[in-house]
């Protein structure tokens, strides 16, 4: 019979003989139960409806493509119902049930007795949306109440036991063994969801009748149990006994050591008493209902302990080869501190009388292994010598002050270098959402300070037994956790201002870009409200430390301010119809933007930016003479480089207020006052010539007389001739406009090049 019900041996996911699907008398799935004998099936007792007189037991696993249905009945002394202590807490939900006819002995298994903290376990259940049986997997963690029940912790939300799962054998996932059943699957009122089950031990406990169906030894050598003897009031020790339960509840101590020397007979039956009352399976039901008759604290859970070895006469490899088999490790082959080491295991360990086994140092140091992977030890010493001084070396004052040394440096880095960071942040820029952390950095220096006092101390001897008085130094593990604490804020708002910092320097340079922009749209004008926005969201992005939202907001009303800006007086539409926010009929508007339809504006200008001089600005098609030459109502021609900027003239050869419009027959025009007539043989200063590819932007190309700009002297790249007449002048840097503003850059057609439409 394999364990597992040849579970390992075929395939661990494979449905196990001995998973029993149980319905009730109406037929429904009630939960599910395992085979241990050819008539025995172990289920929780609430899974037993005591009012039938039949239930039945099918078993999916069986041999074949049936499914054999079994009626059972319960055994009426083999049933134990969950009952709540005083404190509430469960105990019990066992029960047997006999069926009328024996299955094969092949298909049941055995339980067996497995240290099971951290242990990944899996469970096979019949909910009801897979009432054929489904496996569940989980991780076995803490110890739950006075029973010693386990928590059992799902591998994925999904995987919580939930109905149809009650009375499932919960199998190692290592080993295949069943190490217990599943109880329940809850859900308090917070919605937190827990599964849970009674481990081997408890079980056995509850039904001593089951010890002959269960292998593995068991948790606690028989020189360690309790006596008779052991209950007598003057026999117990109670400041003993409350140190004792304290760590067997784990108190946050990681190792303790006693001295109980041979003859003390209260403090051996102290230590028995402890030891057997932590022990799942050798503790009563006497002494769970009477722990409050007990002295208050003196009165551990069960399961305090995962193993209790009796070290007089025995050797550290034996020991080791005991703590191995407690936990399940495979290859005994192996030496079996190796194994412990690969396993890394951690268990809750009790040993006595360390300085009398064959080889105590070897001992030690086997345990050290044990202490450096993380498990606890309680280690019990019959005298005060020089074994129980290199323990005390070794496994409790050395490893503290290791502790306690890392605890200070991890500090120091919190108060020091990380604290250093935050300032630094906080200097730069004001939080935002971030909770104070001045208290939790008072809290760390104070712990820093504690731990710097401490650290030159002497360790305390405790009544002359060689044990450390409760609270005489820090409490490493509170500082531990304050460390976990306060570093972890710390962290996370330095990169919260980081972040802050980050959109700062952003805001920064997009400040700095629109900027650009709006002093190129206005060609040397002032705009004093578009000033005053950006110098206010200036002055906020250099303050320290800056106000991160407060800088947005003033970034973010500049930045909409010139976008409105320049859609009314910026670049055009990307259609290339004049001015993006010019009026629908084509007027353009006072400052002289062009129309959107091309029309030159009612002052005779055209479109501001690229379409022509700044501020004497042509309309946009070929209506006029194409490089200032155009003709008034008397036919007489513009002024060189006095026109429309596309060659369009006004209707009568009016200029504008700037004084670069020209006179009413055109021929005494005045020069465009700030170079936008013909400059120097140029055109228009800053490039604003025609748009599309009716004479050169910058040149001279010719107006109605048919003479051409020369080739490559036009537009915005110098690409663009007029008629290939030979007298145009080349643009001045070889570009439209000066800056870009010629088509160049989009501001014109959208490519950036002289001709728009290539009309």
């Not at 495979?330 to 009388?353: K, M, S, T, W, Y």
């Not at 064959?358 to 140091?365: A, E, I, Q, S, T």
């Not at 004001?430 to 401490?454: C, E, T, Y």
């Not at 036919?635 to 006004?650: I, L």
Request: glycine residues 16%; aromatic residues 4%.
């Amino acid at each position: 019979m394999a364990a597992g019900g040849g579970g390992p041996a075929v395939s661990p996911m494979a449905t196990p003989s001995w998973a029993v699907r149980i319905r009730g008398a109406d037929g429904e799935i009630a939960g599910a139960g395992i085979l241990l004998t050819p008539q025995w099936v172990l289920t929780c007792a609430h899974v037993v409806d005591r009012t039938a007189d039949v239930m039945t037991a099918e078993f999916v696993g069986a041999v074949g493509h049936g499914v054999p249905a079994v009626p059972a009945r319960l055994e009426r002394d083999a049933y134990v119902p969950e009952t709540l202590d005083a404190d509430g807490d469960p105990s019990g939900d066992v029960a047997l049930l006999r069926l009328e006819r024996p299955r094969p002995a092949e298909e049941t298994v055995r339980l067996h007795r497995l240290s099971a903290p951290n242990r990944e376990v899996r469970m096979y259940g019949f909910p009801y949306e897979h009432n054929g049986g489904i496996w569940f997997r989980a991780t076995a963690v803490g110890v739950c109440g006075r029973d010693g029940q386990v928590q059992l912790i799902p591998a994925s939300p999904g995987e919580l036991a939930s109905p149809g799962c009650s009375g499932a054998g919960v199998a190692d996932s290592d080993t295949g063994e069943v190490i217990g059943m599943v109880l329940s699957g809850q859900e308090d009122r917070h919605g937190n969801r827990f599964s849970f089950m009674s481990p081997v031990e408890t079980i056995v406990r509850h039904l001593p009748r089951l010890d002959p169906v269960t292998t593995g030894p068991s948790a606690v050598d028989p020189q360690l149990r309790s006596t008779a003897d052991d209950i007598l009031p003057e026999l117990l020790d109670r400041p003993f006994a409350q140190r004792l339960a304290a760590w067997l509840r784990d108190d946050g101590s990681q190792v303790k050591i006693s001295v109980v020397r041979h003859g003390d007979a209260a403090r051996e039956a102290t230590l028995r008493r402890a030891i057997t009352l932590a022990d799942r399976e050798l503790r009563t039901p006497v002494s769970v209902d009477r722990a409050s008759l007990d002295p208050p604290g003196t009165v551990p859970s069960a399961g305090g302990h995962d193993l209790a070895v009796y070290a007089e006469g025995r050797t550290s490899a034996g020991i080791a080869e005991r703590i191995a088999e407690r936990l399940g490790l495979p290859h005994p082959e192996e030496a079996p501190l190796e194994r412990i080491r690969a396993a890394r295991a951690i268990l809750n360990l009790v040993v006595v009388g360390v300085d009398e086994a064959v080889d105590p140092l070897g001992v030690l140091d086997l345990l050290d292994v044990l202490r450096a992977d993380g498990s606890r030890l309680l280690l019990v010493l019959r005298t005060a010598g020089d074994c129980h001084r290199r323990a005390r070396e070794q496994l409790l004052t050395g490893p503290e002050r290791g502790r306690r040394a890392r605890l200070v440096e991890r500090l120091k880095e919190i108060t020091g270098p990380l604290a250093e960071d935050l300032r630094e942040r906080l200097a730069a820029v004001a939080p935002q959402g971030l909770r104070p952390l001045d208290s939790d950095l008072v809290a760390a220096h104070a712990a820093l300070a504690d731990l710097l006092r401490a650290a030159g101390a002497a360790d305390h001897d405790g009544e002359g037994q060689g044990e450390a008085l409760p609270g005489p130094g820090p409490d490493l593990a509170r500082y531990e956790r304050l460390a976990d604490r306060v570093e972890g804020r710390l962290t996370a708002g330095v990169a919260a201002l980081d972040r802050l910092r980050d959109r700062r320097d952003e805001l920064a340079g997009r400040l700095r870009s629109y900027q650009v922009i709006h002093q190129h749209s206005l060609r040397g004008e002032e705009d004093p409200a578009v000033d005053g926005l950006y110098l206010r969201a200036h002055t906020l992005l250099r303050a320290r430390p800056c106000d991160v939202r407060a800088a947005e907001a003033a970034v973010d009303a500049y930045t909409g301010r010139v976008d409105g800006h320049a859609g009314a007086t910026g670049p055009v539409a990307r259609d290339g119809h004049g001015a993006r926010d010019g009026h629908e009929d084509g007027y353009g508007s006072g400052d002289g933007r062009g129309a959107r339809d091309g029309d030159s504006g009612e002052d005779g200008r055209g479109a501001r930016d690229a379409y022509g001089a700044r501020d004497v600005h042509g309309a946009r098609d070929v209506h006029g003479a194409r490089d200032g030459h155009g003709r008034g109502d008397d036919g007489r021609g513009a002024r060189p480089g006095h026109g429309t900027g596309d060659g369009q003239g006004t209707g009568d050869g009016q200029g504008t207020g700037d004084g670069q419009g020209t006179g009413v027959g055109g021929g005494g025009g005045q020069r465009a006052g700030d170079g936008y007539g013909d400059r120097d043989g140029y055109g228009a200063r800053d490039g604003y010539g025609a748009r599309d590819v009716h004479g050169a932007r910058d040149g001279h190309g010719r107006g109605d007389d048919g003479r051409g700009a020369r080739p490559d002297r036009g537009t915005g790249d110098g690409r663009v001739a007029g008629d290939g007449g030979g007298d145009g002048h080349r643009a001045r840097d070889g570009y439209g406009a000066r800056d870009g503003y010629g088509a160049r850059e989009g501001y014109g057609l959208r490519d950036g090049y002289g001709g728009g439409d290539a009309s």
